[in-house]
Each structure stands twice: as structure tokens, then as C-alpha cells.
């Protein structure tokens, strides 16, 4: 019985071993990858704020509105171009003119398919609504 | 071979002698393992002593390279890493809208330790091959000493700091540093101030943050990292602060003007939205901060503010009970006051009421005014008004007002309408703003504040019907009087001219001026205060030959507050106000009618 009890006692102390050994490497290894990492992310962080300090520089209003003097017709904006939600009038309705003129010269409104060629658009959404039948 | 063969016998029939244990003997294999582990004292006494000995062998071993590692650690090979930044971090500067005014950026600086050095005549020729700014003699000193640090470079580029890796020389070594970075320039630099190379704040809101532990961390050799620092907010608007320094540089130029400054004020919080003082400076190079010229006018500078003095004036007399809006001034004639004369610029030369002293910006009637209230009572009020001592900001730059040396009947009498008594601008600001905002004093401030945190720390200077009269001869004065030129339509504008004699070596002259507008927008309800001050403008083309300030500093105001109100969110109505001032109208003041 005892020598069963040393034989376990050899194995575990031999895995341990092994296991330590692994554990031990693996830590080194793992502790490698933080380190990297740590300094890689140091890094994006400084190139993250010189970006920025380098978008600002390149947003600021004295460049900005240098290029804009330079590059476009606008113009600095004066109180009348404001206007509130009442002041802006309503959409207009929308005129046809050449259809009014074809009433008064008193052609056939495009009623009739067989008009003109140019009415074509007005009569395929009523022949679409034919064409696909429900055969299927 | 006899002896021999009966041993072998002897050894091969003694197990057989055991007779039935011949059945249960083990295999080989399993006999040879049990030997391993069979305890007998007889045969394990000498392995004990054999491991034993290994042992100390071993331990000593390790015991002695212990001892020899800490007798002579020179032998030890030390590996050098840069230390992390030795200009330490500074939290970012946003504005109100979290627009970057200030960042750190990471450079990288060339050090040396002249004691490694091993040729300095052929290290001073090889670096100033690659940086032929260095002076070669000064490094040459500096390498040849038998320091251990010296500085030689400091924020290199990275294309420098590669070339002088390449050189190979020993006793050079690189370290990150953090540079301070103005990505907008002269933007709001009077309020953002400097840092200097060790990225120590020096002035402006960068001193103030040093002096909010910053410097307390460092000095206790804490490594601050950029990102344990939170970002600091300003209550300046980059946008508005740009338009306003645009507007004033064009003014600068238009009027001739010696210098030009402007201060927009949150009037119901006390927040400085935007502070331009023209001429200013490049922060991302500090020495330019110190020229003369580049001083804060708003918040150092103090100047006689002129006529914008006669708001505090009239406030005064109607908070004092002792007038009232429709109280009669007698303006028929200059007050004579020993030596001295008091008159109007524009002369009326009739008895006015007070509203029209206000718009006529009459001298003659403000004196009366303040006479009426008496010097204890001018005094006491100009006092409870802050306008007596020196304001503090978090801007580590303030400035005393100047007092008369003896504030007589005629110190009250020029004080009333704003000379004889040289305030800093800001100060002036803050009391118009109490003045119009139902009488409240709220300190300005630089950093972002809410109106609840304003009005607990408030204090209440006047009462709502004299901030409501305030209000009534501003908007007046923006309708027929001199304010007219910065009444933009649409933004209810009020607001108050001042022209004031500089007082040059001999006393006052009249060869220079300084000319100041203070605006405050919607005078309904006021939201924004605007003071703008040109030093010295000149009559140019188009201003009729005048340089009072209803000819430039109104129309520049005008020109700002257009252009601003927008960035500012107020929205131009195309009705006035329905009874915007309703105890001026039950009281029938003058011009409600």
C-alpha cells in the first residue's frame, strides 16, 4: 500500500513539475504580449492626439476661412438670409404648362391611348396593371 | 568450477527450498522497479548522504553567485530605457463645444551623457552635420564636461532622430516628451496663455490649471500620463471668438486703430464666450506673449470707459429713489466747477428728461444725476457694483482699478459720465450685465457654468424696475439715438456709446481717443452683452469726418453681432417684442408714447 502511495506521490510531483514549468513559460509569454500591447496602444494614443491636434490645425476657422474666401463665392451671412418655418412659403402647385397649352390650342387630352408616341409614359403604368396577369 | 557451480546451485535452490512460494515470485521487471523504492536503512543511508551533498553543492553554488552579483553589480550588464516623458502631460483645452484650443503631442528629444562620451570632437562634428543649428562650441563644452545629463535637442523630428541613430555615437540617448500644441494659433490665446518647454503652464488658463493641483502632482515625481488627465472646458466659443477676432482685425484696419479688443458675455451666467484683445500673439511660440503690445486690454488693461459709464450712472440715481424715469435734468448750460467746465458733445441745451440724457449721451445730466445721489452714495454704489476692486478670474492676470486720489465733487462729477476713474473692461462688462440682466452681479468666469450655479452664487445690486429702465434707454438709444448703427434688425439690440479723451503725458488731449460700444442683445430679455473698444481709431472715408464711437466701434459691433448671433442660437424675430417694457410704458417715460 505504501509504495502505491509514493508511486502517486512520483507522478504528481513529476506532472507538477511539468505543469509548473508550462504554466511558467506561458505566464512569460502572455506577460510579453502585455507588454507589447501596452505599448502599441501607447502608441495609437500619441498618434490618435497628433491626429487630432492635426485635424484642428487643419479645421481652424482662420484656415477655413481662407480657403473658402479663396475657393467659393460665399459670402459672410447677413441677418435677412434668416428665415423662421412661418416665413417660408408654401410649395407651389406644380404647373403643366404644356399640357395647358395643348388644352388651348384644343388638342385631345392624352385620354386616348393612341394619341401621340410622347404619351407613352402616361399609358404604361395602365397596361403594366394588365400585363403580369395572375396565371401563375 | 566446483565452488562455482555449488553457489550457483546454492543461489539458484534456496528459493526452491521455500517450497509453494516459487507460484507467487514477481517478474523481472516488476522486481527490478520494486528495488528502486525498497527502504533499507543498510542501502539508503548512502544515498541520503550522496543527495545531501548534492544539495549544498547546488545551494552553494547559487549563494555564491549571489555574493559575487551583490559585491561587484559593475559587471552586471544594465539595459537603459527612455524614461517616459520627462515634459510631463497637461490635460487637452476644449471650448464650450469641445473643440480642441490646447493638446499634448509626443516628441522626441536628444540628451547626452557627456560622461560615456568618448570623442567630443568627433561627436560635436557629426551631430552638427545633421542639426547645423547647434552651435558647434557650445556643444562641444557641453560634451566635454564630465556630467552625466546634459540636454542637446530638444522636440526633434523623427526623420533627425533617425539620422542621428544612424550615427551610432555612444553616449547619446533619445526620451519622449510631451509638447504643447495651439492647433488654432492666435485664437483665443490671451484666455488659453502658454506653456513653456518643460510644459509649465505660464499663463492664462494654463497657469490656472498648474494651479489646480497639476503642479502639486508633479512635484511629488508622480509620471502624469496625458490620459489620466481629464480635459479641461472653456466657456469660450472657438467660432464666435474667431468672427469677433475677424471682424476687429478688419477694424483695426479700416479705422486706423492702434489696437482693437472685444468680450462677449453670457449676461445670465457670467460665462466670457469670446475675448479678443488685438494685438495678440502666437501661443506655440511663448516669447511672442511678451511683447508690450500683447497684453489682455480686457481683463489687464484699465481704461476710462467714457459715456458706457453713464448706464451705471443712471441706474444709480433711479435705484436711489431720488430720481426718477421721468425726472427732469436742467442740460441748458455747462455745470462750472471751479477751473473747470462741464459740457455736452452734442449740446441740447434744454431741460431733459432722463431717457434723453441717456440717448443725447448727455455729460451735463449725468453729473446732475450723480450729484443728486451724493459721494457716499456714488461711492457706495460703484462699490457694491464691483467696480471698485480689482477682479479676480480664474486668468492668473488682473488688474486694480485706478481711483481718483481724492474723490471729490468733481471726481463724481467725471466719474459720471466715465472719466477720472479707469476700470478693466471685463469689470465694466460684468456690472452693465447686472445693470440689464434684473440686477443681478454674477462674477465672469472662463470656464462653463449653468444658470443655476450663477444665480447661487449672485448677488442682487439693483432692483428689476431699474434693470427694466436700463434696458428701456439702451433700446432707446439703439432706435434714435447714437446705438443705431449696431441695432441689427431682428436681435432687439440696445446698446451704449462711449468716446473718451486718452489722457496722454499733459493731461487730457484730444489727439487720441478711445471709442467703446457696449451692446446687449435681446434687450427684452437679455441674453448676451457685447463690449467692443478700439484704441485710438481714426476719421477714414465713410464716418463724416467724426471718430466718436457711434462712427466705428457702433457699426464693428454691428458687423460682430450679425455675424455671431447666429453661432450664438439667437433667431432673429421679424416682429418685435409685444410690450417688451411694460412698467416704462405705465409710468409713460419718455418716448414710450
Known sequence: MPRIFHLIAVFVLVGSAVYLYRVKYETIYLSEQVAKLKRDIAREKDAISTLHAEWQQLNSPERLQKLAHANSQLTTLRVHQIAGWAEIPDRSTTVDMIGDKLLSLGEDHPSSPSAHSGHARVKVPSTASEGPSNEN | ?593
Open chain 2, 1 to 593: 568450477m566446483k565452488i562455482d557451480h555449488r553457489l550457483f546451485d546454492m543461489a539458484r535452490a534456496e528459493p526452491l527450498a521455500v517450497g509453494p512460494d516459487v507460484l507467487l515470485r514477481p517478474s523481472l521487471f516488476v522486481r527490478i522497479f520494486q528495488s528502486l523504492f525498497r527502504m533499507r536503512i543498510h542501502k539508503s543511508g548512502g544515498r541520503i548522504l550522496w543527495l545531501g551533498f548534492g544539495f549544498i553543492v547546488f545551494y552553494g553554488l547559487i549563494v555564491w553567485k549571489l555574493a559575487m552579483l551583490a559585491l561587484y553589480p559593475g559587471e552586471v550588464q544594465k539595459i537603459a530605457f527612455p524614461s517616459e516623458a520627462t515634459a510631463t502631460a497637461r490635460p487637452d483645452i476644449l471650448d464650450r463645444n469641445g473643440t480642441v484650443l490646447a493638446t499634448d503631442i509626443k516628441t522626441v528629444s536628444l540628451f547626452a551623457e557627456p560622461c560615456k562620451v568618448l570623442d567630443a570632437d568627433e561627436a560635436v562634428e557629426m551631430i552638427t552635420a545633421v542639426l547645423p543649428d547647434l552651435d558647434p562650441r557650445r556643444l562641444r563644452e557641453k560634451l566635454a564636461s564630465d556630467r552625466c545629463f546634459e540636454w542637446i535637442k530638444r522636440e526633434l523630428s523623427p526623420q533627425k532622430q533617425k539620422e542621428i541613430h544612424n550615427l551610432g555615437l555612444p553616449g547619446l540617448g533619445f526620451t519622449a516628451e510631451n509638447k504643447r500644441i495651439y492647433p488654432n494659433g492666435s485664437e483665443a490665446a490671451h484666455v488659453i496663455g502658454t506653456a513653456d518647454i518643460d510644459n509649465t503652464g505660464i499663463s492664462g488658463i494654463e497657469k490656472y490649471i498648474d494651479g489646480q493641483g497639476l503642479a502639486d502632482l508633479k512635484g511629488a515625481g508622480l509620471n502624469i500620463q496625458s490620459d489620466d488627465l481629464k480635459p479641461v472646458a472653456l466657456s469660450i466659443d472657438l467660432r464666435v471668438q474667431h468672427a469677433m477676432r475677424d471682424e476687429l482685425q478688419k477694424a483695426i484696419e479700416k479705422y486706423k486703430a492702434r489696437a482693437a479688443s472685444g468680450v462677449i458675455l453670457d449676461a445670465t451666467t457670467g460665462e466670457v464666450i469670446s475675448l479678443v484683445s488685438l494685438p495678440d500673439f502666437d501661443p506655440n511660440f511663448p516669447a511672442e506673449a511678451q511683447k508690450v503690445d500683447a497684453i489682455n486690454r480686457i481683463v489687464v488693461g484699465t481704461y476710462e470707459m467714457g459715456s458706457t459709464f453713464k448706464a451705471l450712472t443712471t441706474a444709480m440715481a433711479l435705484d436711489s429713489g431720488k430720481f426718477t424715469i421721468n425726472s427732469t435734468l436742467d442740460a441748458r448750460a455747462g455745470i462750472r466747477y471751479g477751473r473747470f467746465k462741464i459740457g455736452d458733445f452734442h449740446p441740447q441745451n434744454r431741460i431733459l428728461t432722463v431717457p434723453e440724457v441717456f440717448i443725447h449721451s448727455s455729460n451735463i445730466g449725468s453729473a446732475r444725476m450723480a450729484l443728486g445721489v451724493g459721494i457716499p452714495g456714488h461711492q457706495a454704489f460703484l462699490k457694491k457694483m464691483g467696480i471698485l476692486d480689482r477682479l479676480q478670474t480664474e486668468l492668473p492676470e488682473s488688474a486694480a482699478p485706478q481711483l481718483p486720489k481724492r474723490w471729490s465733487e468733481l471726481s463724481t462729477i467725471t466719474i459720471a459720465y466715465g472719466h477720472g476713474l479707469a476700470v478693466s473692461p471685463l469689470q465694466a462688462v460684468m456690472a452693465t450685465a447686472a445693470l440689464v440682466n434684473g440686477g443681478y452681479l454674477i462674477p465672469p468666469t472662463f470656464l462653463p457654468r449653468t444658470p443655476e450655479q450663477a444665480s447661487a452664487m449672485a448677488t442682487k445690486v439693483i432692483s428689476p424696475e431699474t434693470s427694466e429702465a436700463i434696458r428701456y434707454v439702451m433700446r432707446l438709444n439703439a432706435t434714435e439715438g447714437t446705438a443705431r448703427a449696431a441695432a441689427i434688425p431682428g436681435y432687439f439690440v440696445g446698446g451704449k456709446t462711449g468716446t473718451a479723451d486718452q489722457s496722454g503725458k499733459s493731461g487730457y488731449d484730444n489727439k487720441t481717443v478711445l471709442t467703446t460700444f457696449m451692446a446687449v442683445t435681446p434687450a427684452d430679455k437679455p441674453r448676451y452683452l457685447l463690449l467692443t473698444m478700439l484704441d485710438d481709431p481714426q476719421a477714414v472715408e465713410g464716418t463724416y469726418g467724426y471718430r466718436t464711437a457711434g462712427q466705428n466701434a457702433g457699426p464693428v459691433t454691428g458687423l460682430i453681432l450679425e455675424r455671431v448671433a447666429p453661432l450664438l442660437g439667437l433667431v432673429p424675430r421679424s416682429e418685435p417684442p409685444v410690450m417688451p417694457f411694460p412698467t416704462m410704458v405705465k409710468l409713460g417715460a419718455w418716448g414710450t408714447k
